[in-house]
């Protein structure tokens, strides 16, 4: 079981624009072609903050609500606000350190890994309190210029321990990366 952070960035480490925009991913590949499928299999719970699950709300369940959620694993959503629930789907909504909640998605995940979805932030407190132990980005062939960054740490000592790195397409790395832990 492993708690892994899986996303995809922009070649100038960035997440989303400003705005919180993916548009500039989808035409870059085709996610069938990429680790994902067989990623999404060994999950079995997921973390999100609130801006990811804003995203979700807009782009994939709709405001209308005519889109399923695309999980069926249980999923934490990060927020300090309350937000709308998705009719039935296993979603809880935390706040506060991240430690207490980890340890209930390690239950839940049954042995399975978590999968931290985004965003950077809500990822970088996962890192600070020891949990992190894999990230597994798709760095894709554009430059945004700014964004929402990939990981808003400095992460120097130990450095991340590159594990493999691969062409995905024609528009994208992937990179895998250990996060040592307690040295």
């Known amino acids: 079981m492993r708690t892994q952070y899986y ?15 993916l548009e500039w991913l989808f035409p870059l590949g085709d996610i069938n072609d990429t680790s994902y499928p067989g990623f999404i299999r060994e999950v079995g719970a997921l973390a999100m903050g609130s801006s990811t699950y804003e995203w979700m709300l807009r782009h994939v369940v709709k405001e209308d609500r ?11 959503v990060f927020s300090s606000r309350s937000l709308p629930d998705v009719p039935g ?27 931290l979805v985004g965003g950077g932030e809500l990822v970088g407190q996962f890192h600070d309190a020891g949990l ?7 760095v894709g062939s554009v430059t945004l210029g700014a964004g929402k960054p990939l990981l808003p740490r400095k992460i120097t000592s130990p450095s991340l321990r590159l ?14 990366y250990e996060v040592p832990q307690g040295e």
């Not at 005519?66 to 934490?76: C, F, H």
């Not at 594990?163 to 895998?176: I, P």
Request: include cysteine; proline fraction near 7%; glycine fraction near 10%.
């Open 163 to 176: 594990v493999s790195a691969r062409k995905v397409g024609e528009g994208f790395a992937e990179l895998r």
């Open 66 to 76: 005519s889109g399923p959620w695309p999980y069926t694993q249980p999923t934490w």
């Open 89 to 115: 789907a296993d979603i809880r909504f935390v706040r506060g350190d991240v430690r207490p909640v980890h340890a209930q998605m390690v239950a839940a995940a049954g042995g399975r890994n978590v999968w």
């Open 132 to 138: 992190l132990d894999e990230i597994i980005v798709q």
């Open 7 to 21: 996303t995809a960035c922009s070649l100038d480490g960035f997440l989303a624009t400003p705005d919180d925009s």
